[in-house]
């Protein structure tokens, strides 16, 4: 990464991190997970069960909200304060500019995560007095939902580069409902013929699968993840992402600024 | 500097004032309207439908649910209801979103199948859950005794309880005991010792409190039953051998060659009726026996859980 992209990364995480709306989500998360433990008294037998699910969910849910209102903002607001002009008048290409912001989303949710998870594994540790060996699969789903992370803030950068920050909410979010249906919307396609045929499975395969990422319900069975499936959800995030970034540097590559 | 301070101290109070008389009222419009908050309402009965709302997080919707159905079953149960409609659909949204919550099949069905007010009184519906829970997890053990269970003790179903231990005898690593009770089943189905296995196996494989509990009550009951057959026949025998049947429970018990005046499981002495009945000196600690009550005696609702 060369520097310019570093000091853009750095600065959107320090930007984020200064937003209040970030913390009041984070003490959110902590709550969620306090109230695990609530959850799980007042029920039966399923303790462990709901700290995983609810904590697991929680760092989902809320890394996705934190993802796609921090996204969309990143360009446009730079662009309404005008702090854009200043960045770009400096020996800064415009696609560094969209890739730093990318990583410095990415870098906070991140970070964003290993609080959470903290919170989730203490909360864990409450409940079952100690840890074992199946717990570990829980940094597979935490890693997984990083991967879903990287994939919304290249979503949300896209419709940010081209769109209103409440239109790119609506895409984004929207294609977050989308993908989670990803394998019922392939289903429909190898269901249908001709030219429909073509279209759903052209849409199957564009929106993102959100659904092969989500294993949050398996993990709390302590179901073991293949490996191969951790290594084809990797690659299809980082290309996927990829691609989302391309669209989005191509689009602002081109936007007339003035 | 100090105005902005007084008008912040005004305002908290009249938060913390506003509050608390919201909450009060809250709390009178509850007692007006009393099923209002607890009103037996599934918005969304379709499992199917929950799944695709549930956005993949199924997992937590079903840990809502079971713990809906949990509470359900035992805000009614705990009220002395006759029916629990919503139990059976709110343990199928459960399972078919997560099928593998495990805790919902053995739970559930001890929920559904006894008769009221203990349970819903639906067997079927508790069989048609456990056959659902063993389709999607072939490998646990516990859920083939839970349905043997069932066809024993509540449909006395003796042949096919005898075939559900059977299946779970062959399940890897399944407790022995289980092809024990399978042949146990085919040659004395429907006697006491049967019975007591079957509860102390209960007993002995959970780890949920009320529910060894509940296995200690029913032992304690099959105890109590099997006591006051026992001494109901020494009764007879006396009247056949005297001509008179006994006076007092000491009378029986020197004229039989007991040793000290019989007592119950919780130490008690039995009662001796002057129409010669065996009774059981307190009843309420006995909620599963079937005998040695009083006519006209009505149990309690609240089971005697923390007795000894």
Redesign the interface.
């Known amino acids: 990464m060369n520097n310019r992209i570093a000091h853009i990364a750095s600065n959107t995480f320090r930007e984020a991190v200064r937003d209040r709306v970030l913390y009041n989500l984070i003490a959110f998360a902590v709550l969620l997970s306090a109230a695990a433990i609530f959850?799980g008294q007042?029920?039966?037998?399923?303790e462990k069960?709901?700290v995983?699910?609810?904590g697991l969910?929680a760092v989902?849910?809320f890394g996705i909200v934190i993802a796609i209102f921090i996204g969309i903002g990143l360009v446009s607001k730079e662009i309404e304060k005008r702090t854009l002009y200043t960045v770009l008048s400096r020996p800064v290409r415009r696609w560094e500019f969209i890739i730093g912001k990318f990583f410095g989303l990415t870098g906070t949710l991140v970070v964003n995560t290993f609080f959470m998870a903290i919170g989730v594994f203490g909360a864990l540790l409450y409940v079952s007095h100690k840890f074992v060996r199946a717990d570990a699969l829980i940094f597979v789903a935490l890693y997984f939902i990083i991967l879903e992370f990287i994939i919304i803030c290249s979503l949300s950068l896209l419709f940010s580069s081209f769109s209103t920050p409440l239109l790119s909410a609506v895409f984004a979010f929207s294609l977050f409902?989308i993908g989670?249906?990803a394998e019922?919307l392939r289903g429909f396609a190898a269901m249908t013929h001709g030219f429909t045929r073509w279209l759903a499975t052209g849409a199957a395969y564009l929106i993102p699968n959100?659904?092969a990422l989500?294993i949050?319900?398996?993990i709390?069975?302590a179901?073991p993840v293949p490996s191969q499936l951790i290594l084809h959800n990797s690659l299809y995030a980082l290309f996927y992402a990829a691609m989302a970034l391309s669209g989005a540097v191509i689009i602002f590559e081109y936007r007339n600024l003035k | 500097m100090k105005q902005r301070r007084q008008v912040a101290i005004i305002a908290g109070a009249c938060l913390i004032v506003s509050l608390a008389a919201s909450a009060l009222l809250l709390r009178h419009i509850d007692q007006l309207r009393p099923q209002a908050t607890l009103e037996d309402v599934l918005y969304l009965n379709s499992p199917t439908v929950l799944k695709r709302l549930s956005l993949g997080y199924n997992g937590l919707l079903a840990d809502i649910y079971w713990t809906r159905a949990v509470q359900y079953f035992g805000f009614r149960h705990h009220s002395g209801a006759e029916s629990f409609n919503l139990l059976a659909p709110l343990l199928e949204i459960t399972t078919n979103l997560d099928p593998h919550l495990t805790a919902a099949y053995h739970f559930g069905a001890s929920f559904l199948a006894p008769h009221p007010p203990d349970g819903a009184g639906q067997p079927e519906r508790a069989i048609q859950l456990m056959e659902f829970g063993i389709q999607h997890n072939p490998n646990d053990w516990k859920l083939y005794y839970d349905l043997g269970f069932i066809y024993y003790m509540n449909l006395k179903d003796y042949p096919k309880a005898a075939d559900a231990f059977a299946r779970g005898s062959k399940v890897p690593n399944a407790h022995p005991f289980l092809r024990l009770l399978a042949a146990q089943m085919a040659e004395h189905a429907g006697e006491y010792e049967t019975a007591r296995m079957m509860w102390s196996a209960t007993y002995q494989n959970s780890q949920d409190k009320q529910i060894r509990q509940n296995a200690v009550e029913h032992l304690r009951g099959l105890r109590a039953d099997e006591d006051i057959t026992e001494l109901q026949k020494l009764v007879a025998r006396f009247g056949q051998r005297t001509g008179q049947l006994p006076t007092s429970m000491s009378e029986l018990a020197a004229a039989e060659g007991l040793r000290g005046l019989p007592v119950d499981p919780l130490g008690h002495p039995y009662k001796l009726t002057p129409d010669s009945r065996i009774e059981l000196t307190d009843p309420d600690y006995f909620p599963f026996a079937t005998k040695g009550f009083a006519p006209g005696y009505k149990p309690p609702q609240q089971f005697h859980y923390d007795q000894p």
């Open positions: 959850v007042i029920s039966i037998e399923i069960l709901v995983i699910n609810l969910t989902s849910l409902v989670s249906f019922d959100f659904s989500n949050v319900s398996s709390a069975h179901q």
